[in-house]
């Protein structure tokens, strides 16, 4: 599995929203471009993606943007990248239920590999949420930060 500069700017974008969830207010797509450092015209391409695939909703016009329709903890990164980049198996024969016209799925030694491969990426992605990622977030900035106290 690679993930793209598109499936990267799709999480990118997720978890820029995802600090708005909950809030009355929409997100100019500017402001996420620049936040996230996002060429605008190709995060408009990503935001119609994840729009019509139910994750966003939109205001048009004057004080227009997006906002996030499920909250951060029910998504995963796994659907994102998924939903962008395609299948996570490194290979077709990767999947479980795989339909080989090849005919060495029973003897095929690489194909076990490409099974465990699949299994441990999907239990990583399809396991964390936007929440989490959140969380993380935060985390970073106050380590990065450090604390000061005076007395």
């Not at 995802?18 to 997100?27: D, K, L, N, Q």
């Not at 951060?72 to 299948?87: A, H, N, R, S, Y």
């Not at 095929?108 to 990622?133: H, K, N």
């Amino acid at each position: 599995m690679k993930v793209t500069c598109k499936g990267d700017y799709a999480l990118k974008s997720i978890l820029d929203l995802s600090f708005y969830y909950g809030s009355s207010e929409v997100v100019p797509l500017s402001d996420i471009s620049i936040r996230q450092n996002i060429p605008a015209k190709y995060l408009e391409q990503i935001m119609l993606v994840l729009k019509g695939a139910g994750y966003l909703k939109s205001k048009r016009g004057v004080g227009g943007g997006f906002s996030l329709t499920k909250h951060p903890q029910d998504i995963t990164v796994g659907e994102i990248i998924k939903l962008i980049e395609g299948p996570i198996e490194p290979i077709a024969c990767g999947k479980n239920d795989y339909d080989s016209d090849c005919g060495e799925e029973e003897c095929c030694a690489f194909r076990e590999v490409w099974l465990r491969v699949t299994d441990c990426v999907s239990s990583i992605v399809d396991r964390v949420t936007f929440a989490d990622i959140m969380r993380r977030v935060r985390e970073l900035k106050e380590e990065r930060m450090g604390y000061h106290y005076q007395i």
